[in-house]
């Protein structure tokens, strides 16, 4: 008879808006009750039934030893710098989250014998094509792109998985960290009016729906590279308005294009392709708008 496994599965980076999307949308019984722990600097609001240890993974020594007393058979590393400019202003600190801590569990995990599950993003990719799947070169404009590109190597180098995730919908978990649809209807509620570019394209989702694939991916045996996105592909300003209209409130956010950006590299057009995931995980990539009306709903 098999025995079975009965070591933690253990989560980092579930303090934003990922973590309380895959907490909201039933991570914990879509592992069927197998034990987890959580790791990172605060105990996330959205995890707080559940067993938490501090560990500031700047730190190498503190981010080993954790490893030798939790003893994960499955590890989801989603901790990161995720902010554009957070990673323009930190670099070292982004490399130190985003690819020496991956290195580090990566040769860890091999040694062990555990699965590693690396979260990445769209933004490995310079988005001039208009759809990405699994198997493209990747080519990022800036260094959260690329210190994320590192990760994804050493993520698959140590026999992982990577999953690249577009951007997220979700309530706001702090000051700083919120989901793009609550963002717009958070300020047109205030009677702020946001520019946003009607030429810069993404398949949002809500994280909510991503429970059931990473759930799969953390208890099988599948390495290589996953996209997780939505099924509909809209603007920055496309999004606002649907999110408002959801909400039903009214908004004046303006329009404005990618050509008059004066500032740091943007992707244009980040379509993900789902096809690997549909087909080996069973994922269905979500309708937009039955997930803003859903989120909507539950504020
Ligand atoms: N948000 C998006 O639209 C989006 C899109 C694509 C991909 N992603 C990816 O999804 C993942 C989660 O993103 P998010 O937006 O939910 O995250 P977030 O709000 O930026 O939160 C980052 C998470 O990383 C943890 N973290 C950062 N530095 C750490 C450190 N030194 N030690 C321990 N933990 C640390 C934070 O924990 P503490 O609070 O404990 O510091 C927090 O839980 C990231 O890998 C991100 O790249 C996000």
């Given at each position: 008879m098999e025995q079975k496994d009965n070591r933690p599965i253990l989560l980092t980076g579930m303090g934003g808006v990922l973590g309380e999307g895959l907490s909201r949308g039933g991570l914990l019984a879509a592992l069927q009750d197998a034990p987890i722990v959580l790791a990172g600097r605060t105990r996330p609001a959205a995890w707080s039934g559940s067993p938490w240890v501090e560990c500031d993974l700047r730190d190498a020594t503190r981010w080993a030893r954790l490893l030798e007393q939790v003893q994960p058979r499955a590890v989801l590393y989603a901790a990161a710098l995720a902010r554009i400019d957070d990673c323009e202003a930190s670099p070292e600190l982004a490399l130190r989250v985003q690819h020496e801590a991956v290195q580090q569990l990566g040769a860890w995990s091999q040694q062990e014998g555990a699965r590693l599950i690396y979260v990445s993003t769209d933004?490995?990719?310079?988005?001039?094509?208009h759809g990405y799947d699994e198997s493209q070169p990747v080519r990022p404009l800036h260094h959260y792109g690329r210190s994320k590109v590192l990760g994804e190597q050493s993520a698959l180098a140590s026999g992982g998985a990577v999953v690249r995730l577009p951007l997220l919908l979700g309530p706001r978990v702090s000051e700083r960290q919120v989901g793009a649809d609550t963002a717009a209807v958070e300020a047109a509620l205030a009677g702020r009016s946001l520019q946003l570019f009607v030429d810069e394209f993404r398949a949002p989702a809500?994280?909510?729906?991503?429970v059931d694939a990473f759930a799969r991916l953390l208890q099988g045996a599948e390495v290589g590279v996953f996209h997780l996105a939505g099924a509909d592909w809209v603007s920055r300003w496309e999004l606002a308005d649907l999110a408002c209209g959801a909400a039903g409130v009214a908004h004046e956010h303006r329009r404005s294009s990618l050509k008059d950006w004066q500032g740091d590299p943007r992707p244009p057009h980040l379509a993900l392709s789902c096809a690997r995931a549909v087909r080996e995980l069973g994922f269905q990539p979500p309708d937009l708008r039955q997930s803003l009306a859903r989120l909507s709903e539950a504020h």
């Open positions: 933004q490995v990719f310079d988005g001039l094509l809500d994280p909510a729906h991503f």
